[in-house]
């Protein structure tokens, strides 16, 4: 027998990858009929306008989106698509359910990408809308008020959206925006207990999209409270998104590989 050590497999480096033939947006989906999916269906189109490369979206709470975003996408899905997961963290959604979802759809080199609420752009988007608000309240700074950013947290136990909600407001303090205070819509502190504990004057939902919890649950209490001066329902709804995603493509599009075998069949940490 050879004692010879074997040779690695090879690595690619970065910008040995192809660019990506086409673009899938993929988010959770919004509950009810009042502008149901607006915000993914805007942003693809959106994406759209400032790439060269076919986009499509689907949303996993209507699984058929996905085989018909294939179907879209044509014979640009059997070469590498770009997946960009729309989601506020990496919890189940995006660590399980969305490869398994890809694989079932006939995605065969689904490339994912970076999450959108774990984007470090993501603080620097809220930061920008955080002090404009401020501003306009006769040129004051975030820190002069009550802020409320509201997540939302996992009746599961599952920590992912409870950690990176707790972590944008973390960032947002050392960045000298005073102390952001946090709830969420399915576990403690509820949003509920914070209107009445934090009274807050700007609220902010780090959600992806104006669905159900950011209308329904959140504007709600925002209407019923005329000291909220501000309210941002939800930050993916934000102009400055499409850019970001557009721009984060750009970046990855050279070090993007086909090695998400583990991801697809689900067998994720």
């Given amino acids: 027998m050879s004692s010879a050590t074997p040779s690695p497999s090879p690595v690619r480096e970065p910008g040995a990858a192809p660019a990506p033939a086409a673009i899938l947006v993929a988010a959770h989906g919004d509950g009810g009929d009042l502008r149901r999916n607006a915000a993914i269906r805007t942003i693809a189109e959106r994406l759209a306008r400032r790439v060269d490369v076919p986009v499509a ?50 995605f065969p080199r689904p490339q994912l990408l970076p999450t959108f609420g774990t984007d470090p752009l993501v603080v620097d988007l809220l930061e920008r809308r955080l002090r404009s608000v401020a501003a306009l309240q006769g040129g004051c700074e975030p820190k002069d008020f009550r802020i409320l950013l509201v997540g939302h947290g996992s ?49 902010v939902g780090f959600f992806a999209s104006e669905g159900t919890h950011a209308l329904d649950d959140v504007a709600t209490l925002v209407a019923e409270r005329p000291q909220v001066l501000h309210h941002i329902a939800a930050i993916g709804s934000d102009l400055g998104v499409a850019d970001m995603i557009a721009a984060r493509i750009a970046e990855a599009a050279g070090s993007l590989h086909d090695g998400n075998e583990a991801c697809i069949s689900g067998e994720t940490a």
């Fill in 57 to 106: 979206w689907a949303v996993l709470k209507e699984p058929d989106s996905f085989p018909a975003a294939r179907a879209d996408l044509g014979t640009a899905a059997e070469g590498p698509v770009a997946v960009y997961p729309f989601f506020m963290s990496d919890g189940y959604f995006v660590r399980v359910k969305l490869p398994r979802m890809l694989a079932a759809s006939g």
């Fill in 155 to 203: 009746g599961s136990g599952e920590p992912a959206s409870r950690l990176r909600t707790e972590a944008v407001a973390a960032e947002l303090g050392y960045r000298g925006l005073g102390r952001v205070h946090v709830a969420f819509i399915e576990e403690a502190p509820f949003v509920e207990d914070a209107f009445r504990d934090v009274d807050p004057q700007i609220v």
